[in-house]
Nanobody
Framework: QVQLVESGGALVQAGGSLKISCAAS????????MAWHRQAPGKARELVAL???????VYEEAVKGRFTVSRANGENTIYLQMNNLQPEDTAIYFC?????????WGQGTQVTVSS
């Protein structure tokens, strides 16, 4: 079972930028699609972005044009560059494979955007 460790979350001001990472304990090169999800307080976990093995990204409408997803298969890591962050982006961010996630999720990384 691959373990996932998210990192890089922080408190930032609205309009700021942040890059978060997700490191896998095993190879992700054979996983066609990896995904970033987020869960805001009191809300269900939602899909934010997908990245294919070739590095192509697909984005949820609310983050399109502001977030960029990437992956480094050789490093078993995926990234999420987040620009022009807004208070509504405040959430715990998680990664996993898509569409069928691993059974166990990482602890996530907290992103807090102040207005």
């Amino acid at each position: 079972q691959v373990q996932l460790v998210e990192s890089g979350g922080a408190l930032v001001q609205a309009g700021g930028s942040l890059k978060i990472s997700c490191a896998a304990s095993g190879s992700i090169s054979s996983i066609p699609i990896m995904a970033w999800h987020r869960q805001a307080p009191g809300k269900a976990r939602e899909l934010v972005a997908l990245v294919t093995s070739a590095g192509s990204g697909v984005y949820e409408e609310a983050v399109k044009g502001r977030f960029t997803v990437s992956r480094a298969n050789g490093e078993n890591t995926i990234y999420l560059q987040m620009n022009n962050l807004q208070p509504e982006d405040t959430a715990i961010y998680f990664c996993n494979k898509y569409p069928k996630p691993f059974d166990f999720w990482g602890q996530g990384t907290q992103v807090t955007v102040s207005s």
